[in-house]
């Protein structure tokens, strides 16, 4: 028998369409009219971020489960919504000095510096960092998540594992790494990233589905500090940062440092 008093689905329940809407509260007086489009490409940001961890996940479990086309198959989606983010800066493009200083003094020390979700795919790819965990509070959904990746292995760490698997020679130093640790470059997997290009069409094309990864990321830094530089020039972030001077630091640091190394030895 059906229950005739549950409410059928709609678009708004299952969607949670009201909820999200009263998720924008724009904090200048007026309210200035660019802090709407300012609250809502955050946002969605975080969903996109929130989304790639999810699929982030479904990878290393792919990758464990020693199924590559799968994995690649994940990783077209990942590379998808990267092109997709970047893409979006665009947007914010539209908004000239003058519209982000008329409420930018309302962000108080709030910037994407702070944002946990975007540690948690560094942390994913191996840029690891505990000073990262340590600017949020005990206790913190926030601290919690991104205590829990640190400990975790990277995607470069399953990658390996699953080479090794994969009967190449993979040192047994770099398979029980301290997983917190940065991704270092290693001329021993150089060498071995050689033959898979060389001779194994298939893992080289998951190789070269990484390297789209980190250019993917990589691209969005570059974009982000154009942007930064177009709408802030030289002036210190919100996060208390040097502002444009810290993210260009950022790029141009490659993930996969050994996928990047051997394109000049082969
Ligand atoms: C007018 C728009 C924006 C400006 C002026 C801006 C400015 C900055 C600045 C100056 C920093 C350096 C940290 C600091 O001291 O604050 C930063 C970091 C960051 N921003 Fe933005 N940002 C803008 C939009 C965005 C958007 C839409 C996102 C999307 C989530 C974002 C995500 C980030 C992230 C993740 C960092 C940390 C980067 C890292 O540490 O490598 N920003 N931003």
């Known amino acids: 028998m059906t229950d005739t008093t549950k409410a059928a689905t709609t678009y708004g329940t299952y969607l949670k369409i009201d909820e999200l809407l009263t998720l924008q509260e ?3 007086a007026g309210p200035e009219h660019d802090e709407m489009l300012f609250i809502i490409i955050h946002q969605v940001y975080e969903l996109w971020f929130k989304e790639l961890l999810h699929e982030f996940d479904r990878v290393m479990r792919l990758l464990e489960g020693d199924e ?10 990942i590379l998808t919504i990267l092109k997709v983010m970047v893409a979006q800066l665009d947007i914010l ?19 994407g510096f702070q944002s946990d979700q975007f540690r948690q795919v560094e942390f994913l790819l191996g840029v690891k960092s ?13 601290r919690t998540a991104l205590a829990r990746r ?8 399953a990658f390996l594992r699953y080479l090794a698997r994969e009967k190449y020679n993979v040192p047994a130093a770099q398979l029980s790494r301290a997983v917190d640790r940065p991704v ?26 990484l390297v789209d990864l980190d250019e993917g990321v ?13 709408t802030i020039g030289a002036k210190p972030g919100t996060g ?14 490659p993930a996969f440092p050994d996928l990047w190394a051997i394109r000049s030895q082969l």
């Open 218 to 230: 990589q691209e969005w830094r570059y974009r982000h500090v154009k942007m930064v530089e177009r």
């Open 26 to 28: 724009p904090r200048s």
């Open 240 to 253: 208390g940062s040097a502002g444009a001077a810290y993210l260009r630091e950022t790029i141009g640091r």
């Open 150 to 157: 640190y400990a975790a292995p990277t995607i470069w760490d």
């Open 184 to 209: 270092e470059p290693s001329s021993d997997i150089q060498k071995l990233l050689v033959d898979v290009y060389r001779g194994d069409p298939k893992n080289a094309e998951l190789c070269e589905r």
């Open 130 to 142: 505990e000073h990262a965990i340590q600017r949020f509070a005990e206790g913190t959904r926030a």
């Open 68 to 77: 590559p086309h799968r994995a690649q198959h994940t990783l077209k989606r």
């Open 93 to 111: 493009e539209t908004m000239t000095p003058l519209e982000f200083l008329s409420f930018r003094e309302r962000l108080d020390a709030a910037s």
